[in-house]
Structure formats: C-alpha cells, structure tokens
C-alpha cells in the first residue's frame, strides 16, 4: 500500500464511516446483518449512493476488515473512476511511457496475482491501474494480493501522524519543567511564544493538508513535474509565510508581547528570547514541507522522526543542557539548534526519497 492509497485509506475510512468489506460483488439482496448496527445509517447511505452492495449471500459482515480488492472498488465507485466511466476510457487510451530517450510507447500496467479476481473480471483493476491510483512496481513481483486485509497500512500511515499529535504537549511539559527552574514569568513567555507561532505556523499547516493530495495523486499518476512544481511552490509560500513570522519576533517582539498585557518582568525576558526563537523561522518552512512529501510519497516514518527531533529529541537535551551552562537567555537558543539539525536530516532524507523515489518516475 502506497503513498496515495495510504492516504485515501486513512481519510476515507473514517469518513464514509464503513468499517467493513462491502464492495464485493453482491447481489442486491437487503443486508439482513446490518439492522440495529451502529453504522446502519452510513452503511444503508453507501449502499444508496452506489458504493457498495455487499456480499452474494445478502450479507454486508460490517465487523470483518476490508481487503484491497474491495477497498479499490469501494474508492474507485466513490470518487467516479468506474470502469464504463469516460475519464476511465481517456487514461486507457492515452496512457504510454518512455520507450528510449525520444520516443513512448503505449503503457500496460500488468499486475501478476489479478488474472480471473472479481476486480479483474469486472474491469476494475484496468481502471484502478490506468487511473494511477494501483501502481505494479509498488507491489513485491507486482503481486496486488487483493485479499490481503489494509487495517495495518491504515495504522501504517495513522501512527506516525498520532505521535507527531501528541509531540508538542510532552515538549511543553518539558520546556515548562526547565523554565521553571529559574522563574513562572519564563514559562509565561515560552507560553506566549507558543501561542505567537500559531499565526505564522498554522497557514503552513493548512498548506500542507493541500498540498499532500496533489503530490500523492501526482505521484500515482506518475506526473514528475507536476509533483516537483507543487514541492517548489509549496516551499516558496511556506517560506513566505515563516518570513513574516521571522520579521515579527526579531523587529517588534515588543508590540507582540503587548498582546498579552506583559508584565516589566516579562517584557525583559521576552523580548531576547522572542528574537532568539524566531531565527528558526528562515528554517522551520523547510522542514515542515519536507516532512509533508515524505507523507505524500508514503514515508510517513521520514517525517515522524524530523517532527520528533524537531520538537523533542534535539530541542529538550539542547534546552536542558543550556539552561545548566549558560542560564536562562541560552535556553532559547535551542529552538534554532532543534532546527539546524532537523534540516540536515531533512536534507538526507530528500536525498534519499529523491534516489529512490522520485528520479525513478519516468518524465512525462
């Protein structure tokens, strides 16, 4: 399972609320199994819309987890890439690849394991392969294995981005329990600045959740320059955006402060460390793009280790060993060290999805 399914797993899964296989061929029969379940409303709502139809005894089995085969069928219904559909027919006939350095040649994705399966025989493995959304090299022997349950893929991509949740309330502890040490105004200020970085941060955030479908369809689809062209733009607004926080904290971290009705005692702290915190800025935009491709291309691992680092594993031990050695105006030095680092580990890891992914996809 891959970048773009791992994706549409995750998301669809719990949005269409259907916790079971139901996209087999069934028989029309009324599905006897769902009565009083608690997804009865959404599974009778799927069935309606054409989704899904259960399977040939009448049944719909809403507790067994759902295979590729019937997971495929079930996204490809959903979003109108059905077999008989004309956008289907447009990417059959007008799909090829390179055949040396200037010519192409008609492409024919072939998946080993699919010969006489249901999806094959209904047209939907045609569809799901020149749609992008199945890709043969993606498979060991280009073996589908259609049956094989998806839940452990979900969870693949699921827990890395439940840890990353959960990263920025054990740093808060942390930092808070080495503020402390030296005075409550110091948490009050990291609290502050916490609260400051989510007007820069978060239209970063929303710009990942845009851009991680496209990368991830593009990537399917196998549109190189489509893929790098979203990577590069992405960057540039990311950049522009942490730009501005940058000039924020370094230029008026005072008026910033007053925001929160600081104290003497608080501006005094603040101010230094406000400027101090916000040289992370001209780095964080890089990191927080990169960790987002490496999601899109299904290296959700990539990206839960810069996030951890980033935000925990570099930045606390920097913290805690600077507040022993230089006091409380080195402890905000860290969020720039925490950075430097994670953008030499972000950098490597390009480096690697670049070999080992990206320079692989043909250009179009």
Known sequence: MKPMRQMVCALLAVTLLIPAAAASPGSGNPLWDVQGHWAQKEIQEAVAAGWVDGYPDGSFQPEKTITRAEFTKLLLDAIHLTPDSETVAWMTET????????????????LNDMDGHW???????DAALYSGMVVPDDYNGKNFRPEKEIIGHIYAVGIPSIIMQSISSIMTYCMNLI??????TATAVFGVYFKLQS????????????????????????H????????KVSMFIAFCFTFIGFLAFEFIPKTLLGLFSASED???????ALRIIGIHYLIAWFCIIAGTVFQALGK???????????????????????????GLHAVWWSFPIAEIISLIVSVAFLVVINRTIIQKIPEA
């Not at 040396?100 to 024919?108: A, F, N």
């Not at 941060?201 to 399917?220: E, S």
């Open 95 to 110: 799909a090829t690849t390179k055949d040396g350095r200037y010519s192409e040649k008609k492409y024919v994705p072939i």
């Open 119 to 125: 999806l094959t025989t209904q047209g939907w493995t």
């Open 179 to 184: 503020l402390v040490q030296f005075t409550v």
């Open 199 to 222: 007007f820069f941060f978060m239209p970063v955030f929303g710009l990942n959740n845009g851009i991680t479908p496209i990368i991830a369809y593009n990537y399917g689809a196998r």
């Open 224 to 231: 190189r320059k489509r893929m790098l062209k979203t990577v």
């Open 266 to 272: 608080m501006l005094t702290i603040g101010i230094p």
């Open 300 to 326: 959700a691992v990539f990206s839960m280790i810069v996030s951890i680092m980033r935000q925990l594993f570099v930045l606390v031990p920097a913290a805690y060993i600077l507040a022993s050695i230089g």
